[in-house]
């Protein structure tokens, strides 16, 4: 046998990951960090706790409509190989 198991496999490509392609990730992380301060609050109901509410909850709403931009946007570096702006 020649070559071995890396002559037999496909051309791969060592591309890193693009900022378009890793926003969804981040900003999913940071999705369940507020949904998790959201879910505390609403059960734990500390005094005073429905203004810290409103407002996680009002960054939650932000966050779900900025993670639908980003997948429909996560292939916005692809069109553009890097130096050809």
């Known amino acids: 046998m020649s070559g071995g198991p890396a002559a037999s496999s496909p051309a791969r490509r060592d ?33 005073e706790w429905l203004p810290p509410f409103i407002a996680f909850a009002i960054a939650l709403i932000g966050l779900i409509g900025l993670e639908a931009w980003a997948l429909a946007h996560r292939h916005d570096d692809d069109r553009h190989p890097p130096g050809s702006r």
Do not use: H, N, Q, Y
């Not at 591309?15 to 301060?37: K, M, N, Q």
């Open 15 to 47: 591309v890193e990951p693009s900022w378009a392609a890793l926003r969804p990730v981040l900003i999913g992380f940071l999705i369940a960090a507020d949904a998790f301060t959201v879910t505390a609050l609403a059960i734990a109901r500390p005094a």
